[in-house]
């Protein structure tokens, strides 16, 4: 099996590489002059389980586009090299939340996107809390993987000394069950009852609104959970909502984390939230601890990842193994 784990991903690479106790495959990326690039495995791939990890969230110094295409072709580059499997790891996946017609003649993004990883051959697609994993699934042709984190979640919140009930809030409708997931994961977790609640959203031409709020939070300390935060308004709208229900405390727990300059603005302004914890699917961006101080938290996706690796390699490995004998045999 080789891991690799492109430029842009480093760290959360070594962070999979260590959580797995094996090494991280070299290789190399080179930039040209006119914008063009390349990149390369330095280690012989052929016959290999070839893993390669690139979250593909934008960045002041690397586009979503630049981010994909590099992965892309690198991807492509293992299989022509005569990589046995290749799995594309992109813990967040760029265009995600494209996935319908919401205007005529709209692209449906995140569709394409499968497209472009088919067509370079690409075995297994693999993701951290995609935005709507059912459309994810059905975009795809090859097999994908999604890895859920409500039980990651449960265990961070479960292990917060607290006297107050706890309750798991959606900031919108469609994370609902993303929502009751996190619920159930941590009442099984607490073997506490968990109470529940949603916020209403709908946006149209870019403007969000909705103030319907469903849920009782009375003086409990509310987690608002979310695949990604960018904007921060849906987070910001649903803290004021809890608060105005009662809630003693209220904390976002977040996926991905996508903060622009003015969320960061917003958040370090407001006492709305009292605690904002990402994963590292994504790397922060060192101002915002300077900005957000102790309320910024994280906690690490390595090990899902590292393990989701592990099973799909012993998986892999044992079907090899059972196919080569009648293969010998014929």
């Given at each position: 099996m080789l891991f690799f784990a492109l430029d842009r991903?480093?760290?959360?690479?070594?962070?999979?590489?260590?959580?797995?106790?094996?090494?991280?495959?070299?290789h190399e990326e080179r930039e040209f002059e006119g914008g063009e690039h390349k990149a390369r495995p330095l280690a012989d791939v052929g016959g290999q389980d070839v893993y390669v990890l690139q979250s593909l969230n934008g960045e002041p110094v690397a586009s979503a586009n630049d981010k994909l295409l590099r992965l892309l072709f690198f991807l492509a580059a293992c299989r022509d090299h005569g990589a046995a499997r290749v799995t594309a790891i992109a813990p967040y996946l760029a265009y995600s939340r494209k996935d319908r017609l919401t205007k005529t003649q709209d692209p449906v993004t995140t569709r394409y996107v499968a497209q472009l990883f088919e067509a370079v051959g690409v075995d297994t697609v693999m993701t951290l809390e995609v935005h709507n994993p059912a459309a994810f699934q059905n975009a795809y042709r090859c097999r994908t993987l999604h890895l859920s984190t409500e039980h990651l979640f449960a265990a961070e919140i479960a292990g917060r000394s607290t006297d107050r009930p706890v309750a798991i809030v959606s900031p919108d409708p469609g994370g609902v069950k993303r929502a009751q997931l996190l619920r159930e994961a941590?009442?099984?977790?607490?073997?506490?009852?968990?109470?529940?609640?949603?916020?209403?959203?709908r946006r149209s031409a870019g403007v969000v609104s909705g103030t319907h709020f469903a849920g009782e939070v009375?003086?409990?300390?509310?987690?608002?959970?979310?695949?990604?935060?960018?904007g921060g308004g849906t987070t910001l709208r649903a803290a004021e909502?809890?608060?105005?229900?009662?809630?003693?405390?209220?904390?976002?727990?977040?996926?991905?984390?996508?903060?622009?300059?003015?969320?960061?603005?917003?958040?370090?302004?407001?006492?709305?939230?009292?605690?904002?914890?990402?994963?590292?699917?994504?790397?922060?961006d060192p101002a915002w601890a300077?900005?957000?101080?102790?309320?910024?938290?994280?906690?690490?996706?390595?090990?899902?990842?590292?393990?989701?690796?592990?099973?799909?390699?012993?998986?892999w490995s044992a079907q090899a193994a059972s196919i080569r004998p009648r293969n010998a045999s014929g």
């Open positions: 991903s480093k760290t959360l690479g070594l962070k999979v590489a260590k959580a797995g106790g094996f090494d991280l495959a070299l941590l009442q099984e977790t607490t073997d506490k009852d968990v109470p529940f609640g949603f916020m209403e959203k009375d003086d409990c300390a509310v987690y608002i959970v979310d695949d990604m935060i960018c909502a809890a608060r105005a229900h009662g809630a003693a405390e209220v904390h976002a727990i977040v996926a991905h984390g996508l903060l622009t300059n003015d969320a960061v603005t917003a958040f370090a302004q407001t006492s709305l939230v009292d605690t904002i914890t990402l994963t590292d699917s994504t790397a922060p300077g900005r957000l101080g102790d309320r910024l938290r994280s906690i690490s996706c390595a090990p899902m990842i590292e393990n989701a690796i592990r099973q799909e390699h012993d998986t």
